[in-house]
Nanobody, 125 residues
């Protein structure tokens, strides 16, 4: 089993920045593909970003490309999402997910093996 705990959410003005963290415990996640997803009220959970085992490969949704950066620290079992130039449409609950094995591209939410409980990001205009 893997436990994931997100942190770093909050209220920020448009144009601001936030850094989300996802701390993993239980089994080592160094062999898991990690992803960030988000879910706005009334909408389905959507893919935001993914990172490979080593951190050498990343993939982003078009809506966040150039503004968000995903990274990971396997020694500390932590995954990060640096979010810059935030927009009101980025408002959502952000979830960290872990998928056993290697995967890349737009990861389907239904294909993740473990989830955290999420952290709320609110961007005011």
């Amino acid at each position: 089993q893997v436990q994931l705990v997100e942190s770093g959410g909050g209220l920020v003005q448009a144009g601001g920045s936030l850094r989300l963290s996802c701390a993993a415990s239980g089994r080592t996640v160094s062999r898991y593909t990690m992803g960030w997803f988000r879910q706005a009220p009334g909408k389905e959970r959507e893919f935001v970003a993914a990172i490979s085992w080593s951190g050498g490969r990343t993939y982003y949704a078009d809506s966040v490309k150039g503004r968000f950066t995903i990274s990971r620290d396997n020694a500390n079992s932590t995954v990060y999402l640096q979010m810059n130039s935030l927009k009101p449409e980025d408002t959502a609950v952000y979830y960290c997910g872990a998928k056993i094995g290697q995967a890349m591209g737009v990861l389907p939410a239904g294909g993740m093996d473990y989830w955290g409980k999420g952290t709320l990001v609110t961007v005011s205009s």
